[in-house]
């Protein structure tokens, strides 16, 4: 079956003065109807830029697609003029941005947002718009919506402004919902509140879900397909099973020695020494091998190849592939 979603080599780059930010460099990932696919990496892997391009929303200049390739529905819609983009943007594809305090107008009331991210695809009465706004509140499990629609973002709570940041989401019946780290500011209570939501509202809207996180415990509990990035590029890729059980890159393998585990009390956590490398100033060779345990004298002289593992599992890291037994840290 066709993705619903296919990003393609995608290549996205931020010119300044002196030199060139290549934030994302070569991305490819797939989404099919009633998916949840994760896209996980630490901040400044370009995540959220792989977002934003989807979507038309990079700034150009200084953003500049450098290449690559988009479809929805086995369109592509990279060179859509901004006129044809907001027919598929909140419509088609709608976005849940990570922090709604920032996202949403302070001088406007939350019916007010909503409705006009309706009103601005479809053709009804405001009345009918007003009816759909009621609705949207109640589905994303806000109490009292008639009077929730006449507050201002900041006499709701951060769990209650995600909620409506959602509702805006879901506001025209999307195919695909973005989540760009949308629990983040949020505590592990009302998190667990928000990832139940998103599971209920998928399974009866039939809707698919893109995830853009950094917490591997958010991933074990909604993921279906998981897609991990580093400096721009997919590094592994697989079932979240599969990953979680069975991961084949070492950058991978050193996000779960990070989780805490109650079998780890007492012990201190794995962490993966040194940082993200800056887009614009990254290693030749393999972008990890200077933090990796296992690189070789081939990681830092040639770009690795996604390696097989069979059923839809890949690895960069031919380093690891070629070896008979099991990493672990």
Not at 94 to 107: G, R
Not at 197 to 215: G, P, V
Not at 291 to 310: N, Q
């Amino acid at each position: 079956m066709s993705p619903l979603l296919s990003v393609q080599n995608l290549k996205v780059y931020f010119r300044g003065d002196e030199t060139v930010a290549r934030a994302i460099d070569g991305v490819s990932y797939e989404v099919h109807a009633g998916e949840t696919v994760c896209l996980v990496g630490e901040s400044g892997c370009g995540k959220t830029v792989s977002a934003l391009t989807i979507l038309g929303l990079i700034p150009r200049p200084p953003g500049e697609i450098a290449g690559g390739k988009i479809f929805f529905k086995g369109r592509s819609i990279l060179g859509l003029k901004e006129e044809e983009f907001q027919q598929i943007r909140g419509k088609r594809i709608a976005m849940v941005f990570q922090e709604p305090m920032t996202s949403l107008n302070p001088v406007f009331t939350v019916g007010d947002q909503i409705k006009e991210a309706i009103m601005v695809h479809e053709a009804i009465a405001d009345r009918q718009a007003h009816s759909r706004c009621v609705g949207l509140l109640k589905d994303v499990g806000i109490p009292s919506p008639e009077e929730r629609l006449r507050d201002y973002p900041h006499q709701l709570s951060g769990g209650q402004r995600q909620r409506v940041m959602i509702a805006m989401a879901l506001a025209c019946n999307p195919n695909i919902v973005i989540a760009d780290e949308p629990t983040t500011a949020l505590d592990v209570t009302i998190q667990k509140q928000i990832l139940n939501l998103f599971k209920e509202l998928q399974k009866a809207r039939d809707m698919s879900l893109l995830y853009i996180t950094h917490d591997l415990n958010v991933v074990r509990e909604i993921a279906d397909c998981i897609y991990v990035m580093y400096a721009g590029i997919i590094v592994e890729q697989g079932k979240m099973e599969d990953l979680f059980e069975h991961a084949r890159h070492p950058y991978t393998m050193g996000l779960l020695a990070s989780l805490p585990h109650r079998a780890k009390r007492g012990r201190i956590l794995y962490s993966i020494p040194g940082t993200v490398p800056d887009p614009a100033y990254k290693p030749g060779g393999c972008p990890f091998h200077p933090r990796c345990e296992h690189a070789a004298g081939i990681c830092k002289k040639e770009f690795p190849e996604m390696c097989d593992y069979g059923d839809g599992h890949l690895s960069r890291c031919p380093v690891l592939y070629e070896r008979t037994n099991t990493v672990t840290f």
